[in-house]
Structures are given as C-alpha cells and as structure tokens.
C-alpha cells in the first residue's frame, strides 16, 4: 500500500498534482478542500458550519475535517493506497492522521511539500478567482490563508523531516514538469524504500 501526503501553500497546485498522482498510481485522492466543498454544495449542516471558516480564509477546526476524512478513509481501506490532499495542514492534524492509519497498520510513506514563491503564488490565486469566483481567492483572503499557512502549516516541514519522509519539490516550473519530479521521487521511493529530499 502506497500512502502519500501532498502539502504546500495555497495556489501551490497541489490539488492538480493530486489528481495526476492518483491516476499515476491508482491512489484513492482523499481532498479535504473537495469533502467540505461537497458538504457547502449541498447545504449540509457540516457544510453551514465549514462555509463560515472558508469565506473567512480560516481552517476549518480539526474535529470537523478528521470526521469527514475518517468516514472517507473507512470506506476505501482496500485500495491500492491514498493520496491526502490539503491534509493535514497543521501538527495536531498530522499526529491525528497518524494514529488514524495507525489502527490500520497503514502508514504515510512519503510527503511531497510543494515550494512556489510568495509572488508566484498570489499571481496564481488571482488568475483562479478571476476564472472560477472562488469565495476565498479575493486580494485580502489569499493574503490571510497565505499567513496561516506560514503559522500552522509550514512547522509540518519538520514534523515530517524527523520521520525521515519529506520531499521537497520545486513547483515553480510548469504542471508537466512538476509532475515529472514527483513521479521520480514516488518511483524512488517504491524501487528502493528510498527518501529524495529534494527534486
């Protein structure tokens, strides 16, 4: 079983890369952004409650993202492995999903950290609202998510450094190219069990 976290700033294309790695790999794509998404699309009362902290550009707290992935996770147990997407995005989360996976005996093997610089990054999340009206890609909220990803996300590069499971990926080339870097250090890794610290 091939289980892998893929996190970075928001506008980093992580969510494209998902995509692209569980096709590559047949990997169930677990995307918390997408669940809560569904959950506001149809109205729910979990969807209520996300909606506020979204179109705030705040996290949505920890007890209400690790149900929704628990119950998603609990249905595909028999797959080939996962991909995380956008989780976990701060260190009670990820020692969260660490004991989640645990009680399956199915750990993270891998976490890709997508590095794109600030410029590029609000570049890209402006294009996106300009294209798909996002309520949380407007100048002031790509601004906040930006900073709570500086505060709560990015001490998860340590988290996962000290279990010896980080990749760094430079994704300030084009889609197809990032892609290539990911797919060598996946493929490293299944080959030899062996970690690239940085493509």
Do not use: W
């Amino acid at each position: 079983m091939l289980n892998i976290v893929i996190f970075g700033p928001p506008g980093s294309g992580k969510g494209t890369q998902s995509k692209k790695i569980a096709d590559e790999y047949q990997l169930m794509h677990l995307s918390t952004g997408d669940l809560l998404r569904e959950e506001i699309k149809k109205n729910t009362s979990v969807g209520k409650q996300v909606k506020k902290y979204i179109d705030k550009g705040e996290l949505v707290p920890d007890a209400i993202i690790i149900k929704e992935l628990y119950k998603q996770a609990s249905d595909h147990v028999d797959s080939p492995g996962f991909i995380f997407d956008g989780f976990p995005r701060t260190i009670v989360q990820a020692e969260m999903l660490d004991k989640m996976l645990g009680k399956h005996n199915i750990p993270i093997n891998i976490v890709l950290n997508i590095e794109v610089e600030e410029e590029e990054l609000f570049k890209r999340m402006m294009g996106r609202a300009e294209d798909s009206n996002r309520s949380d890609d407007k100048e002031e909220i790509i601004h906040k998510r930006i900073d709570i990803y500086k505060d709560q996300t990015y001490p998860l590069i340590n988290y996962y450094k000290k279990q010896d499971k980080l990749v760094n990926i430079n994704g300030m080339a084009p889609v197809e190219k990032v892609f290539e870097k990911i797919c060598h250090a996946v493929d490293t890794y299944k080959s030899c069990k062996k970690i690239v610290h940085s493509v």
